[in-house]
């Protein structure tokens, strides 16, 4: 099995040199049939990117853009360059554990092999239709720890919570649930098409676009209960600009409106859901009472979601 892990650079240097030593431990733990590559999209070509040269082998390659595009964009070329069967699109100030890949590896593998039990069980029949097919490529969702000021902080903190990885409403009515896409083994050949072909001018939501396309075509996610993956804190981390990443919701709910590839009243779903919760942020007192009356049903799974899930981020998070 071989991993692509894809990153879009944007004056990044200060960080490289433990990307390198990430990359590097993550390819010493994988079993000898098992392959590694990193894929560095330059979306700053008026900066290259510099790797320290420390005398050892890395299977990292590095493609400029020849202006910069975006992360939407960058991603997508890493997506056509890279040679991987499953990809993870990383941030360059975030980080993998050492063994992150060999346990996304190991537990893709074990998940295959139970669903060609399912299918041998259920006959050959079943074994050649398109939902047989998706059922052995699921996206995995590993744990995260969240950098904070005062140190680091678990992401899914209750059963119900992780529970919720792959639920198609939750994504509609509370918002995204994974923090990065750097958490994620995804099957490259799960990728939709609309999500290529359809490349976001404002950055922030393009992995809460190719979410909801994944479970519009209903690709399983299943969790991994360990904290793979760390979300790197800056003051500046762009998830935290909520108008920025409203922004970038709307511009691809437009696209999922044009393309019909979502249920009309979903998408009217989703997109109330990004209007209440930027009026609610914004608004006086009395705004926000009127506008949670007129969307109880936002409102209360909202309310259940912040008490089961302990979120450390609020009502009003992406």
């Not at 680091?152 to 903190?157: A, D, K, N, Q, S």
Request: hydrophobic content about 35%; proline content about 3%.
């Amino acid at each position: 099995m071989k991993v692509s892990i894809i990153t879009a650079f944007y004056k990044g240097n200060a960080y490289m040199a433990d990307y390198k030593k990430m990359i590097r431990a993550n390819q010493k733990n994988l079993e000898s049939a098992d392959e590694l590559e990193s894929v560095i999209i330059n979306d700053s070509p008026e900066e290259s990117v510099v790797l320290p040269e420390d005398g050892g082998d890395c299977n990292i390659w590095i493609y400029d853009q020849k202006q910069n595009g975006g992360i939407h964009a960058a991603r997508v070329r890493g997506l056509s360059l890279c040679t991987g069967d499953y990809v993870i699109f990383l941030d360059q100030d975030d980080r993998l554990r050492e063994d992150a890949v060999a346990t996304f590896i190991a537990t893709m593998k074990k998940y295959q092999t139970e669903a060609d039990k399912v299918h041998a069980t259920l006959g050959q029949e079943f074994s050649r239709t398109k939902i047989a097919q998706i059922m052995r490529y699921p996206v995995l969702v590993s744990n995260a720890l969240m950098e904070q000021k005062d140190g680091e902080v678990l992401w899914y903190r209750t059963d119900y919570h992780k529970k919720l990885v792959g639920d198609y409403r939750t994504y509609l009515r509370i918002g995204n649930q994974i923090v990065s896409p750097g958490q994620c083994l995804i099957p490259k050949a799960m990728i939709p098409a609309v999500w290529t072909q359809h490349i976001g001018k404002k950055n922030g939501s393009d992995d809460y676009f190719l979410w909801l396309l994944l479970l519009c075509q209903r690709t399983p996610f299943s969790f991994v209960d360990q904290p793979l993956y760390v979300h790197g804190y800056t003051a500046q981390n762009l998830s935290a600009d909520a108008k920025k990443m409203d922004d970038s919701t709307y511009e691809f709910i437009h696209v999922l409106e044009e393309e019909k590839v979502m249920d009309p009243k979903d998408i009217r779903l989703l997109r109330r859901t990004i209007s209440y919760k930027d009026k609610f942020r914004g608004g006086s007192a009395g705004a926000k009472a009127f506008s949670t009356l007129r969307n109880l049903d936002i409102f209360l799974p909202n309310l259940i979601f912040k008490w089961r899930s302990k979120t450390p981020y609020g009502f009003n998070r992406e």
